[in-house]
């Protein structure tokens, strides 16, 4: 055996030492899940906590969602959390948002929110188990005055062309000349026609990226809340 192949026998032994070692460390800080009582202790630990973050391990699994939906109803109810981030679309999630809290121009059901759903992937949202989280949400701030119910927010954008039309049609019954501002920075964009594709590869090629005016109206939108 070479120097080059013990090197690199020492890192697999290495990393597979690490793995072991975070395995058994997980496997004696795991809480099996049997049954919802099963979720006590945990429960108990989010108390003064500012954020719980729940993972899963595959997308879309019925099991995952399940058990989520019932550490959060928990966690809300027991522990007082005030909102609910999940990895999707801010301004698409939004409606489910202003469904839960029963504002103005709110969905008749959050099943009609999701539906509307129409970018991938639709199924990590558009499920039962979404449906049923909201629903609950809604009849459990039926009981707390406005500025105290619990929101449900997308944290991303990945959906950027829908985000920028969001502001503008926001915008245009706002501030008319915020309006106008935000528009003409926005319309770097509007050779790419809503192709992030076509965008990343013009920029890839030399061609003049947006990233100013987007920043331009970021801080716009900071240093202007009144406007929306």
Not at 67 to 82: N, T, V
Not at 188 to 217: L, M
Request: aromatic content about 12%; hydrophobic content about 40%.
């Amino acid at each position: 055996m070479n120097l080059l192949e013990m090197k690199l026998l020492f890192k697999i032994l290495l990393f597979f030492s690490y793995v072991s070692c975070n395995a058994q460390l997980l496997a004696e800080k795991a809480i099996p899940l049997n049954r919802d009582a099963s979720l006590d202790e945990l429960i108990l630990a989010a108390a003064n906590k500012e954020l719980v973050l729940l993972g899963e391990a595959s997308h879309g699994t019925h099991e995952y969602y399940l058990w989520r939906d019932k550490i959060s109803r928990r966690l809300i109810a027991e522990q007082g959390f005030s909102f609910i981030a999940v990895e999707g679309d801010f301004a698409s999630l939004y409606h489910l948002n202003r469904y839960v809290k029963n504002l103005d121009g709110a969905a008749s059901s959050a099943k009609e929110v999701l539906l509307l759903l129409n970018r991938w992937p639709t199924w990590m949202w558009a499920n039962e188990e979404v449906v049923n989280l909201a629903e609950w949400l809604r009849k459990y701030n039926d009981q707390l005055p406005q500025d105290k119910k619990v929101g449900f927010y997308g944290m991303d954008v990945y959906d950027e062309w829908n985000s920028k039309k969001v502001v503008l049609e926001l915008l245009k019954e706002t501030n008319k000349i915020a309006y106008k501002y935000v528009k003409e920075q926005y319309n770097c964009f509007a050779p790419h026609k809503g192709d992030s594709w076509t965008y990343a590869r013009a920029v890839q090629t030399g061609k003049n990226a947006c990233a100013t005016a987007t920043k331009n109206v970021v801080e716009y939108i900071r240093n202007h809340p009144e406007n929306f």
